[in-house]
């Protein structure tokens, strides 16, 4: 073809086409640029497609291929004829069926009547890709063939109005997701404010399934969560219309029914129909007396990717869930996985809160490993206290055995202490830092979590670490959420251990306070007796001189009476003088520096143990002075002493020995006698208590009485510890003096 010859209406060359064809695209872009609509550009194109080929009648249809139907869209050109002058029929038909231009110049064909069309029609497919959307059709008004360029120039039409169609139709899809998003988003917010609202687990549930079935227009649903062994789903939620027998039974988590299976493979399961197989096999019916067709299962799971349940919708209509809806439901779920845990958290420390004003420490820490295993889906959990330099175990909920201990030092446990955050292992089965790998493979552990008990001043007081088996290792990770409650936990244990240590406090001041108050009242009394004694007892040896002097020669033969009288004065000076060395104790100490070794010495001597006693000391003269009285202190090791002796018959062992810290020096005294039943460990200090063995000869018999109290005065301590089988021990604790 010679180009350069051939012209749009006999008028114009290549060149001027060529600046029309540069026209029409940069009218286009700039209509894109503008932000102008697919209407707006595609009018542009119309426009400039009639003043291509003036007079003719062009318009466009959309074509639907699923209903192989088309729709009218936009007319320009010829005033005098309407759109539906334009349309071609079958050849539009044949447009999209072979992909190509289709030319008519017979004025009996295409068009639908005789006299509609004119005698040269164009049709011309809009492509994009491999699909057909649309045609151009242009009608000419004279009779005349359509030159090549005129084609050409319509092709490049076609392809413009094409290109604007298929942006019209995107950006369509595009208002229509994101108004279904914006949709979406509404309602899941509405749903986290209802979820939020609720404080208990049981409402939280309900508003959580009254809304999955307003987002998702299901007409029933169930939750089900995960049981304490981790082996079956329980019912804790159910909603729907007109339900009649709602099958609430506990479902093993295996692929016996699907939300079983949605538990087990921990995936959403979307299901047209349930009677379909291989659903009908294991279907379970939400309600006997309703006929469910559609369901819809999401696994409940966690930051960390622990399974705490499953959320089921169902329908009695064929195919009532898509995609969307499972998409929309797992992120309704992550909402109630949060909420859901969020509930336990609060509900679990309103009963800690509780238990810490009434319960006593121990109980409350119990309390609280059995609390970090259930909300944290772990194996085992341990309390540790700090003393010192050691890490002593006060709770556990298995594997440790109270009492255990390790260094601050070196240790998985200490180092959550020193560096006051949380610490990990991803295997303490093979970690250095952990002290017990054999009771770690024994028990199954694998992951470990740790963080340190702070105080409200921020002093470390112990820490608390979880361990997660290997199975729930594998499919649970140590997350932010993880941290944050075990943390929450630590706080309330280091609550727990700072309201004991301060109510220890508070009862040791208020017996201090009390021993001092006894203390002066029975010095008042001791007084008072000891003057009265000796005005009644302190007569008796002066009468009885009177009456040996009177009547001498009476006494002198009579050895009876001369042995009663003389028996009489004895009797009454040792009576004195026992009261008066008995009521000593009770009279006001002057409290400086005093060494144990010299006050057990005195004790020693003072008791008058038999040879079959054996008494050993350990550490002892290495201990720095306490602060208390020479007397009293002497005393109260000979109080315990004798107390040993008796308790073992005059036949056996006692052991001294001590140690001390910057402030405390602590002795121990342990027998090798029989033991003292643990229900008796707090009586036997009662000043009343009838449970010894026999008074000794020349005591008032104040006993372990007068030992807790002069030690309470001091600021110290006295305890038992015994099984009531294998011996005894009695430790005290004494401030130390400060030595200038």
């Given at each position: 073809m010679d180009w350069q010859a051939t012209t749009v209406d006999g008028k114009a060359g290549l060149s001027e086409v060529l600046s029309w064809l540069n026209k029409v695209g940069a009218d286009v872009n700039r209509l894109w640029g503008d932000g102008a609509g697919a209407e707006a550009v595609l009018t542009a194109i119309v426009n400039h497609a009639?003043?291509?080929?003036?007079?003719?009648?062009?318009?466009?249809?959309?074509?639907?291929?699923?209903?192989?139907?088309?729709?009218?869209?936009?007319?320009?050109?010829?005033?005098?004829?309407?759109?539906?002058?334009?349309?071609?029929?079958?050849?539009?038909?044949?447009?999209?069926?072979?992909?190509?231009?289709?030319?008519?110049?017979?004025?009996?064909?295409?068009?639908?009547?005789?006299?509609?069309?004119?005698?040269?029609?164009?049709?011309?497919?809009?492509?994009?890709g491999k699909d057909v959307i649309g045609v151009l059709c242009v009608s000419l008004p004279e009779a005349r063939h359509f030159s090549d360029v005129e084609l050409l120039l319509l092709t490049n039409i076609a392809t413009q109005a094409a290109t604007a169609l298929h942006f019209a139709g995107a950006f369509t899809g595009v208002q229509r997701d994101l108004a279904r998003k914006a949709d979406e988003l509404r309602r899941l917010r509405h749903a986290g404010l209802l979820i939020s609202s609720r404080t208990r687990l049981d409402d939280t549930l309900v508003a959580i399934l009254q809304m999955a079935l307003e987002v998702t227009e299901a007409k029933y649903g169930i939750f089900r969560l995960v049981d304490k062994e981790g082996k079956n789903l329980i019912t804790r939620a159910i909603a729907g219309e007109r339900l009649g027998r709602p099958a609430t039974e506990a479902l093993p988590i295996n692929a016996t029914s699907i939300m079983g299976l949605v538990a087990k493979q921990r995936q959403p399961v979307c299901i047209p129909d349930v009677h379909a197989n291989p659903w009908s096999r294991i279907y379970y019916p939400l309600d006997h007396s309703l006929d469910m067709r559609s369901e819809l299962a999401v696994p409940l799971i966690g930051a960390s990717g622990r399974l705490e349940g499953v959320l089921n919708l169902e329908s009695p209509v064929v195919g009532a869930f898509n995609e969307e809806d499972s998409h929309l439901l797992q992120a309704l779920a992550t909402q109630a996985v949060i909420a859901i845990q969020e509930v336990r958290l609060l509900d679990a420390l309103q009963e800690t809160t509780e238990r810490l004003l009434t319960q006593p420490l121990q109980q409350v820490l119990d309390h609280l490993v059995e609390l970090a295993c259930d909300l944290l889906n772990a194996g085992a959990s341990a309390i540790w206290t700090l003393q010192g330099e050691q890490l002593i175990l006060s709770a556990s909920s298995g594997g440790h055995v109270r009492g255990d201990n390790l260094s601050l030092h070196g240790s998985l446990t200490g180092q959550a202490i020193l560096s006051r955050g949380p610490v990990t292992s991803e295997d303490v089965r093979v970690d250095p830092r952990f002290s017990w790998p054999s009771l770690a493979r024994a028990q199954g552990w694998k992951q470990a979590l740790v963080v340190p008990l702070l105080a409200s001043d921020g002093e470390a007081v112990g820490a608390f670490s979880v361990y997660s088996t290997e199975t729930q290792a594998a499919q649970v990770t140590t997350s932010d959420w993880e941290k944050k409650v075990l943390m929450i936990l630590a706080h309330y244990a280091a609550l727990a251990?700072?309201?004991?240590?301060?109510?220890?406090?508070?009862?040791?001041?208020?017996?201090?306070?009390?021993?001092?108050?006894?203390?002066?009242?029975?010095?008042?009394?001791?007084?008072?007796?000891?003057?009265?004694?000796?005005?009644?007892?302190?007569?008796?040896?002066?009468?009885?001189?009177?009456?040996?002097?009177?009547?001498?020669?009476?006494?002198?033969?009579?050895?009876?009476?001369?042995?009663?009288?003389?028996?009489i004065g004895r009797s009454a000076r040792e009576a004195m003088d026992t009261v008066?060395?008995?009521?000593?104790?009770?009279?006001?100490?002057?409290?400086?520096?005093?060494?144990?070794?010299?006050?057990?010495?005195?004790?020693?001597?003072?008791?008058?143990?038999?040879?079959?006693?054996?008494?050993?000391?350990?550490g002892l003269p290495d201990l720095p002075p306490v602060l208390a009285g020479q007397r009293g202190l002497t005393l109260v090791f000979a109080n315990l002493l004798e107390n040993a002796a008796?308790?073992?018959?005059?036949?056996?062992?006692?052991?001294?020995?001590?140690?001390?810290?910057?402030?405390?020096?602590?002795?121990?005294?342990?027998?090798?006698?029989?033991?003292?039943?643990?229900?008796?460990?707090?009586?036997?200090?009662?000043?009343?208590?009838?449970?010894?063995?026999?008074?000794?000869?020349?005591?008032?018999?104040?006993?372990?009485?007068?030992?807790?109290?002069?030690?309470?005065?001091?600021?110290?301590?006295?305890?038992?510890?015994?099984?009531?089988?294998?011996?005894?021990?009695?430790?005290?604790?004494?401030?130390?003096?400060?030595?200038?």
């Open positions: 009639t003043a291509l080929v003036p007079g003719a009648l062009i318009s466009v249809y959309t074509y639907d291929a699923a209903q192989h139907s088309f729709a009218p869209l936009l007319t320009g050109g010829h005033t005098g004829r309407d759109a539906e002058q334009a349309w071609p029929g079958a050849m539009a038909h044949r447009a999209v069926e072979q992909v190509s231009v289709i030319l008519s110049y017979d004025n009996s064909g295409p068009p639908a009547s005789s006299d509609v069309g004119g005698p040269a029609v164009a049709c011309l497919p809009l492509v994009i251990v700072r309201h004991a240590a301060d109510q220890s406090a508070l009862r040791a001041a208020e017996e201090q306070r009390v021993a001092a108050e006894t203390f002066a009242a029975m010095g008042d009394i001791a007084a008072n007796l000891l003057h009265r004694l000796n005005n009644k007892i302190g007569t008796i040896p002066v009468r009885i001189e009177g009456i040996q002097d009177k009547s001498r020669a009476t006494v002198a033969s009579d050895a009876y009476l001369a042995a009663n009288l003389e028996e008066r060395d008995s009521l000593l104790h009770l009279q006001t100490t002057q409290l400086g520096p005093v060494r144990i070794t010299e006050c057990l010495d005195e004790a020693l001597a003072h008791a008058h143990l038999p040879d079959t006693v054996q008494v050993t000391t350990a008796d308790a073992m018959s005059g036949t056996g062992r006692i052991d001294i020995s001590g140690h001390a810290d910057q402030t405390v020096v602590e002795i121990e005294v342990r027998d090798s006698g029989p033991g003292i039943d643990p229900a008796l460990h707090e009586r036997i200090f009662e000043l009343d208590y009838s449970g010894r063995r026999g008074s000794r000869s020349g005591k008032l018999g104040f006993g372990l009485w007068w030992v807790k109290t002069w030690m309470t005065r001091l600021g110290g301590a006295i305890v038992v510890q015994s099984d009531g089988r294998r011996g005894t021990c009695f430790r005290l604790r004494l401030p130390r003096a400060e030595v200038t």
